[in-house]
């Protein structure tokens, strides 16, 4: 599985943006999804997550009320939507794939700052202006 994130780009606080990662090979639906998050000096974060059933999300605890995640398994692509973003929000924003055999282990990959996960995208840069 190939990962590539896109829809990035510079925002201004309070704003709203939609990132979209496109996912090329086989077995999409079988992998959990999810994003992370890297800023400028600082270690990468785990931001959000789907499970490959659609039916488990966690996410960060930053995020929370703000961030969406879902899921298109007939166009291998899932979408990170972003509402009022704050300056905080700037990062690098990467997507990623597991998969395990339960939706608890793998939505742990993810919350365990993804250690173990089988597939990285390249990133999208996200900027949110004050």
């Known amino acids: 599985v190939q990962l590539q994130a896109s829809g990035g780009g510079l925002v201004q606080a309070g704003d709203s943006l939609r990132l979209s990662c496109a996912a090329s090979?086989?077995?999409?639906?079988?992998?959990?999804l999810g994003w992370f998050r890297q800023a400028p000096g600082r270690e990468r974060e785990f931001v959000i997550a789907?499970?490959?059933?659609?039916?488990?999300?966690v996410s960060a605890d930053s995020v929370k009320g703000r961030f969406n995640i879902s899921r298109d398994n007939a166009n291998n692509m899932v979408y990170l939507q972003m509402n009022s973003l704050k300056p905080e929000d700037t990062a690098i924003y990467y997507c990623?794939?597991?998969?395990?055999?339960?939706?608890?282990?793998?939505?742990?990959?993810?919350?365990?700052?993804?250690?173990?996960?089988?597939?990285w995208g390249k990133g999208t840069l996200v900027t949110v202006s004050s």
């Open positions: 990623a794939a597991t998969f395990r055999r339960t939706a608890a282990r793998a939505m742990e990959v993810f919350t365990n700052g993804g250690d173990g996960m089988d597939y």
């Open positions: 090979g086989r077995a999409f639906s079988q992998y959990a």
């Open positions: 789907l499970s490959r059933a659609g039916y488990s999300t």
